[in-house]
T-cell receptor, first 112, second 111 residues
Framework: KAGVTQTPRYLIKTRGQQVTLSCSPI?????VSWYQQTPGQGLQFLFE???????NKGNFPGRFSGRQFSNSRSEMNVSTLELGDSALYLC???????????FGPGTRLTVT | GENVEQHPSTLSVQEGDSAVIKCTYS??????FPWYKQELGKRPQLIID?????GEKKDQRIAVTLNKTAKHFSLHITETQPEDSAVYFC??????????FGTGTRLQVTL
């Protein structure tokens, strides 16, 4: 089976812009979770989608949003980018829930 | 919410020695505890996991133990090799059914 894929792999944006990241889960996986990874804060949970519904949400401001499509592909959007949003954004998929999550390669976002 | 503490933050061992990484969690309802290995510039990779109805699980040179009473779990790597060098993350699920990660342990295996 193909693994989790994420596009784009790298992004450079300026403050105030918005960005959309994409994640394609492993075939058959219906749950997609998003994480932000930074050297200072480690891996922090953003949100989880299952069957097109957001089931869980982390402690991030409303500028961070996401959605999931009927084919389980997911996107996350960050509006009004801030310098502190620079991070590696990882998505992970599983058959259902948080058990046995498999990560994608991540999107490295740099905000200047 | 769930809080996961991980120690040590860095660990250096000689090739062939054992390495132990420890984590504690706060939510007694947590029932799933995975460990991930992340090599430099790569994605986190699930290496082993344990559920709350099991006390120990082994897979070749790696093992995980869980003490539900004390709310801690540990990763044990025996006969370490240079390719074991990476950052290791523990995680736990709380009542919200989302993964909370520890802050990571950078393991360095020296020749």
């Amino acid at each position: 089976k193909a693994g989790v894929t994420q596009t784009p792999r790298y992004l450079i944006k300026t403050r105030g812009q918005q960005v959309t990241l994409s994640c394609s889960p492993i075939s058959g996986h219906r749950s997609v979770s998003w994480y932000q990874q930074t050297p200072g804060q480690g891996l922090q949970f953003l949100f989880e989608y299952f069957s097109e519904t957001q089931r869980n949400k982390g402690n991030f401001p409303g500028r961070f949003s996401g959605r999931q499509f009927s084919n389980s592909r997911s996107e996350m959007n960050v509006s009004t980018l801030e310098l502190g949003d620079s991070a590696l954004y990882l998505c992970a998929s599983s058959f259902q829930g948080v058990n046995e999550q498999y990560f994608g390669p991540g999107t490295r976002l740099t905000v200047t | 919410g769930e809080n996961v503490e991980q120690h040590p933050s860095t660990l250096s061992v000689q090739e062939g020695d054992s390495a132990v990484i420890k984590c504690t969690y706060s939510d007694s309802a947590s029932n799933y505890f995975p460990w991930y290995k992340q090599e430099l510039g790569k994605r986190p990779q699930l290496i082993i996991d344990i559920r709350s109805n099991v006390g120990e699980k082994k897979d070749q040179r790696i093992a995980v133990t869980l003490n539900k009473t004390a709310k801690h779990f540990s990763l044990h790597i025996t006969e370490t090799q240079p390719e074991d060098s990476a950052v290791y993350f523990c995680a736990a699920t709380g009542t919200a059914s989302k993964l909370t990660f520890g802050t990571g342990t950078r393991l360095q295996v020296t020749l």
